[in-house]
Nanobody, 115 residues
């Protein structure tokens, strides 16, 4: 069983920065994908960014150039650095691990960007 523990998030003014961290524990295969999703009130959960164990990253168009995802394979950890935050980035952010096709989720952390 895999567990994901998130940290970071909070309240920030527009234009500010936040950093989200997530660490995975349990049985984790060598090749996997870690990422961050978000869900705003009344909207579906959407991919924000993901990164493979080889370092290939993928971003939603809405965050390209503002967010950066990175990972530490030795620690099974992933970090999302969020800069130039906008009010529309307000959502609950969830850490995700795709481990041999099985998805695991963190508990979610609130990010609120005030205008």
């Amino acid at each position: 069983q895999v567990q994901l523990v998130e940290s970071g998030g909070g309240l920030v003014q527009a234009g500010g920065s936040l950093r989200l961290s997530c660490a995975a524990s349990g049985i984790i295969f060598r090749f996997n994908v870690m990422g961050w999703y978000r869900q705003a009130p009344g909207k579906q959960r959407e991919l924000v960014a993901s990164i493979t164990t080889s370092g290939t990253s993928n971003y939603a168009d809405s965050v390209k150039g503002r967010f950066t995802i990175s990972r530490d394979n030795a620690k099974n950890a992933v970090v999302l650095q969020m800069n130039s935050l906008k009010p529309e980035d307000t959502a609950v952010y969830y850490c995700n691990l795709n481990n041999a096709g099985v998805n695991s989720w963190g508990q979610g952390t609130q990010v609120t960007v005030s205008s």
